[in-house]
Structure formats: C-alpha cells, structure tokens
C-alpha cells in the first residue's frame, strides 16, 4: 500500500515541448474585435426594441463570448510572455516587458468594457508581440488576420 502518494502534472507550458506561437493569442483578440463590433452595432440598430428577449439573449451571447475570448488571449499571452521569452530577448526588444503588461491590460479592459478602440489597441500589442516573437526565432512570419 502507498501511503501519501503525491501526483503532479505540468501545463504544456511547463514543460520541455518548446511549443509556442502567438497565433493562438491573435485568434482569440480577434474575436474580442468582433464581438465587440458587433455589440456596438446591435446596440446602435435596436434602440426600441433594446429590452426584447431576443435582443438581451443576443447581446448576452456576445458579451460571454468576449470576456471568455479576452481572458483567452490574456491566458496565451502571459504563457508567451513568463515562458518564451527570456532574459536575452530584453537587449532586441527593451520595451517586451511594457508590451506584455500593456496587452494584459487590454484583455482586461475588453472583459470589462464595449471599447472599439480598446479593441483595436489589443489587435496592435498582439501584432507587436507577433513581430518580437518571430524576430527573436529568426523568423520573418508576416501578420495575418483570419477575420
């Protein structure tokens, strides 16, 4: 009999695989920009009709969908950022650490609020943080957006 047997698993993120890609992260902030748009443009075409079921249902759809999509894109660029990148990268890239915790920021600011611009400004870190990513891989990968 094993008396105080401790098991302990590792996140991907934890262990030796190597297998990183901030793609995940611009899928996700991606779907944050769309939600967003189309909770603003929901809101402008249903003034009246605002405290209907079907307007409340869909407009509940698309908040949870972008605050589990934000927190998504939070989750994949904090592995990047406290994983990935390593003391050697800061002489490329001086301002990684802002950019890191300015798009961490964002993804909080896109679960909280309806922002287009903050939005945006979340696709812009993300697509910095692709550029560092790939530089610091030697790899020129171009930015491409599914949406």
């Not at 798009?103 to 922002?115: D, F, T």
């Amino acid at each position: 009999m094993i008396e105080n047997l401790s098991i302990e698993a590792e996140a991907h993120c934890d262990g030796p695989c190597g297998v990183y890609d901030p793609a995940s992260a611009r899928v996700a902030g991606e779907a944050v920009q769309s939600m967003t748009k189309k909770m603003i443009a929901l809101a402008a075409n249903h003034g009246d009709e605002s405290n209907s079921a079907a307007y409340l249902n869909t407009m509940s759809r698309y908040a949870a969908i972008k605050e589990e999509e934000a927190q998504k894109c939070k989750d994949e660029l904090l592995v990047l950022w406290t994983d990935f990148f390593k003391p050697q990268h800061l002489e490329a890239n001086p301002d990684l650490h802002d950019t890191f915790w300015q798009a961490a920021k964002l993804c909080s600011a896109c679960k909280v609020e309806v922002s287009a611009d903050h939005a945006q400004e979340l696709m812009d870190a993300i697509e910095s943080i692709h550029k560092m990513f790939w530089s610091a891989k030697g790899r020129e990968v171009p930015w491409i957006r599914a949406s």
